[in-house]
C-alpha cells in the first residue's frame, strides 16, 4: 500500500502566519505486516500541494494547491508508487482547498478559493482547462479575516454520485449542485441548499454509508451539524448541532476534519486548539450524535485525519508538530488507541491511500 502526503512549503503561509516545513507530496511505502513508512519519493514542483485526491481508479492523483492558482495531475506507477507530472492547469481562483473527482473518472471538481470549478479529465490523466467555475451567492459571516466572501471549503460527491455538497466557510451555508456531465457544467440546487448557524463556517462533510445522513463540521465554532440526507431531491434538513470540544474546554479551537466510520455507528472529527479528534455514537433511527470520548491527537493541530483502506487505522496529520500519529480503532467501541508509530514529516496537511 502507499500514502501520499499533501504539505504546506512555504515559508509564510499567509493564511495563518505561520512556516511551512513541507518539500512537496511525500509518498511513502506502507508494509501491511509491520505497519512501517518508507519515504520512496518526494515531489516538489509546485508549492503548497495542501489537498490531495485520487481517481476511482487509483490510476492518477490530482492536487489542490494553497496560496496558488493552480491545480496540477499526476500519473502513478502502480508497480513502485512514484508519480509523474502530467500537468496542470489556472483555477480561476487562488488557495484552493479541497478537490474531488466524478464517479465516471471524467471530471475533477476544485473548491478554488472563491468558488467552485470543473476540469475535465484527459484520457492520460491531464486536465483540461476549466469548463465552469461558479462563485456561490450569501452574504459574509461575522469573521472579518476568515470569512470576507464566499469560500467553499470543500466538495464531495454524495453516496449516489448524482449531488455535489460545498460546505461554504465563508457565508455560513451548505451549497448543493448537480454535475452535468454532457457538458462539464455545474447546476445549482439553491433552492435546497442550506444556511448555517451565523458564524458557524461550515467546512468539511462527511454522508453515513448505508443511511439519508450527512454530517458537517463547522470550523468557527467548533460544532457539528447533523443532517437528514434527501438522495432523490438533493435536500439537506438540520436536525442536531452538537459541539466538537468538552464542555470544561474554555480554549480556542476550531473545527478541521470530518468522517463516518465505514460501520455508520461512529462520526470522528478533529479539534484543532483542544487537539483532539471527537469520538460520537451514532443514534441509527435519528442520527443524532452522541459524545464518546475524545482522545489527544499526540501532536499540535490535527488538520487532517483518514481512516485506512481496511477501516482498522486512522491516521492523524498533526500540521504544526509535523507528524502523522496512527491509532488503531476498536470497532465495537469506536474508541482510538495509539499504535505507537509517529512518521515525521513537514507540514502535512492530507493523506491519501493507493491500495494494488
Known sequence: MFAYIGSFTTSRNAVKERDGHGKGISVYRIDQLTGAWTLIQVFDAIPNPGFLSLDRRHRFLYAAHGISAEISAYSIDKQTGRLEFRNSQ??????????????????????????????????DGSLAPF?????????????????????????????TGRFIVAPDKGVDKVHVYRLDTSSGKLVANDRLSVKSRYG?????????????????????????????????????????????????????????????????????????????????????????????????????????FALDPSGNLLYVANQYSDSIVVFRIDHKTGKLTSTGRIVETGTPSCIVFAHY
Open 90 to 123: 489556472p483555477t480561476g481562483g487562488n488557495n484552493s482547498p479541497h478537490l474531488t473527482i466524478n464517479p465516471t473518472n471524467c471530471y475533477v471538481v476544485l473548491a478554488n478559493g472563491p468558488g467552485v470549478a470543473v476540469f475535465p479529465i484527459n484520457k
Open 131 to 159: 469548463s465552469d467555475m461558479v462563485v456561490p451567492p450569501g452574504e459574509p459571516g461575522p469573521y472579518r479575516f476568515e470569512q470576507k466572501g464566499p469560500h467553499p471549503h470543500q466538495v464531495l460527491f454524495d453516496i
Open 200 to 304: 458557524a463556517g461550515p467546512r468539511h462533510v462527511a454522508f453515513h454509508p448505508t443511511k439519508p445522513l450527512t454530517y458537517v463540521i463547522n470550523e468557527l465554532d467548533s460544532t457539528v451539524t447533523a443532517y437528514n440526507w434527501d438522495s432523490d431531491r438533493g435536500e439537506l434538513r438540520p436536525v442536531q448541532v452538537i459541539p466538537t470540544t468538552p464542555t470544561t474546554f474554555t480554549g480556542d479551537n476550531t473545527g478541521a476534519e470530518i468522517a463516518v466510520a465505514p460501520s455508520g455507528n461512529f462520526v470522528y472529527g478533529s479539534n484543532r486548539g483542544h487537539n483532539s479528534i471527537v469520538i460520537f455514537s451514532v443514534d441509527q433511527s435519528t442520527g443524532m450524535l452522541d459524545p464518546i470520548c475524545w482522545e489527544a491527537t499526540q501532536g499540535e493541530w490535527p488538520r487532517f
